[in-house]
Every structure is written in structure tokens, then in C-alpha cells.
């Protein structure tokens, strides 16, 4: 993994886990309904930026290699595979 790319993911989760355990004292406070759903809203787009630059980590190492030694099929099926898992958020 890119170093300045696992650097940035690693302080993206210490972020969202110290999300969660907010989310799980509103839940555990019982507060207002909207207010812990904007929370949850606000884990998930924070978890798809964990997943942006664990994506963009891979495009520039495994699919770019992949490339180069010659296997463009194995490249675009990845890339096709990652395209249809967030066609299904």
C-alpha cells in the first residue's frame, strides 16, 4: 500500500471508530430519532472515503502493474467488479 495513502486511511477510521462509539451512545441515550440517523449518514460517506482512497491505492499499484506485465483482462475485470459492488450502494 502507498504509504501516504495508508496514512490518510488509517487517520480516516480513527475518525469514523470514534463515529461509531458516538452513534452507539446517542442510540444507548436514546436521542432524537433524526439525529442519530444524520450521524449514521455522516459514518457512511466517511466510510466511502476509506473506501476512495483504498480504491485509488489499488489503481495506482495492482491494476497499473497489471497492466504492465500484460494482463489488461484481470485489470479491467477488477475495475468492472469494483464498478458494479458501488453500483449497489
Not at 469514523?16 to 433524526?34: A, F, N, S, W
Amino acid at each position: 500500500m502507498e504509504k501516504e495513502i495508508k496514512k490518510r486511511a488509517a487517520r480516516r477510521l480513527k475518525i469514523l471508530e470514534g463515529q461509531i462509539r458516538g452513534l452507539q451512545r446517542m442510540v444507548d441515550k436514546e436521542e432524537y430519532c433524526i439525529d442519530i440517523l444524520q450521524q449514521s449518514s455522516a459514518i457512511k460517506n466517511a466510510l466511502s472515503g476509506v473506501e476512495d482512497l483504498i480504491l485509488e491505492n489499488h489503481i495506482f499499484t495492482h491494476v497499473v502493474e497489471q497492466i504492465k506485465s500484460g494482463k489488461k483482462r484481470k485489470a479491467t475485470d477488477e475495475i468492472l467488479r469494483i464498478y458494479k459492488l458501488s453500483k449497489k450502494k
